[in-house]
């Protein structure tokens, strides 16, 4: 499997940690993602680059381009735990709900799966902490 990497520049240093903004590499290239449609309604929403805060065992500093990876398979585990829990137990719970109980049931049934599946990630000590693996802005070994 996998692991899932993407570019990132250091902004500031707190410890072991760093927090880093995103460098999402344009995709075409001509505009450097200054002009197209999606990159206009990002800014839009929102103006600001969002910070992240990342494990920092290289010692990185702020200003340095790096490269942010997860551990292999905690991408497919957290969707599966985002959407696939969820959408389990609110089958199950409408399921069992119209068993006992018809239509209302099955609303009722379906809420409490719901609530059940938020619960339940919300306990979820899932530890894909995302960690600082290189230098360098390049993305599956180029740097």
């Not at 460098?23 to 680059?49: H, I, L, T």
């Not at 709900?97 to 609303?107: K, N, Q, R, S, T």
Request: net charge positive; glycine share 18%; hydrophobic share 45%.
């Amino acid at each position: 499997m996998i692991a899932t990497e993407a570019p990132a520049r250091v902004t500031r240093v707190e410890g072991n940690d760093a927090w880093v903004v995103s460098e999402a590499p344009a995709s075409c290239g001509a505009c450097g993602g200054k002009g197209c449609g999606s990159s206009v309604f990002a800014r839009m929403w929102r103006p600001d680059e969002p910070e992240y805060r990342v494990d920092n065992p290289i010692g990185a500093a702020p200003g340095e381009a790096v490269v942010v990876g997860l551990p292999a398979g905690a991408l497919l585990r957290a969707s599966l735990l985002g959407y696939g829990l969820p959408l389990l137990l609110l089958l199950a719970g409408a399921g069992l709900g119209h068993a006992l109980g018809g239509e209302p049931g099955a609303i009722l049934g379906g809420l409490c799966g719901l609530a059940l599946a938020a619960l339940g990630v919300k306990r979820s000590r899932m530890s894909a902490v995302p960690v600082i693996r290189r230098r360098g802005s390049g993305v599956c070994g180029t740097q």
